[in-house]
């Protein structure tokens, strides 16, 4: 499979979203996290650490061998065009949003642009999710269901957990904390929802 993560919105969890499906797809077959962002996040992480997949620079795809499965990380605020491109070329465009007022408005205009594209092509993710009594990720799930966009059943909850595999260049089911494995939980589900919804 390949799976595109993007949105037009910098800082609202692609490249964790990407390292994350990628450590997913990663047990299911031999995984390649393409690292398209100008920032170099996703490469940085992995030589930080131990990814158990490869990270390689969208410039060096020639050092890509065989692999069952990729994951794009991309920059944010692409152009229009590019954004389209992505999501043909994939499929399945993972568009990552946190729940604020502001995000959710600058996560419409990313989809706006996509409605050319076959239904199924492309799922929302609403990411770092402020934890109960917080309304917020419920609310902006209401108003997207409502207006008919497609959403992950799942949410990524907001987790300490996250920032420091961020530091550590592992997947967050390796770094110590209490809340690790509920952190990996979030991302095994959204995995399991693209995998289970794939074309056989
Ligand atoms: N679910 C989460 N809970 C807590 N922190 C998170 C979560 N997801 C991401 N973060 C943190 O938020 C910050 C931004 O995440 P990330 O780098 O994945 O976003 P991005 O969309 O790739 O940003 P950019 O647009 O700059 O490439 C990072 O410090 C990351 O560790
Ligand atoms: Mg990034």
């Excluded at 069952?68 to 999501?87: M, Q």
């Excluded at 092509?121 to 402020?130: A, D």
């Excluded at 959204?190 to 289970?196: L, Q, T």
Aim: net charge positive.
């Amino acid at each position: 499979m390949i799976i595109t993560v993007a949105s037009f919105k910098g800082g609202v969890g692609k490249s964790t979203t990407a390292i994350h499906l990628a450590a997913f797809f990663a047990k299911k077959g031999k995984t390649v996290l393409i690292d398209g962002d100008l920032n170099r996040s996703a490469l940085d992480w992995a030589q930080r650490g131990k990814a158990p997949f490869q990270v390689i620079d969208e410039t060096d795809l020639d050092q890509m061998g065989e692999v069952k499965h990729t994951v794009i990380d991309t920059p944010a605020r692409p152009s229009d065009a590019d954004l389209t491109a992505l999501a043909r070329s994939s499929d399945l465009l993972v568009i990552p949003t946190m729940t604020d007022a502001f995000s959710i408005v600058a996560m419409v205009k990313t989809v706006n642009v996509l409605t050319s594209l076959p239904k199924g092509r492309y799922k929302i993710l609403l990411t770092v999710c402020p934890p109960a009594p917080s309304k917020e990720a419920e609310k902006a799930r209401n108003a997207l269901t409502e207006v008919g966009l497609p959403l992950f059943k799942t949410n990524v909850s907001r987790l300490a957990a996250f920032q420091k595999s961020a530091l550590e260049g592992v997947p967050v089911y390796q770094v110590k904390d209490a809340r690790s494995q509920q952190a990996w939980a979030d991302y095994a589900a959204v995995g399991k929802e693209i995998w289970d919804g794939r074309s056989k």
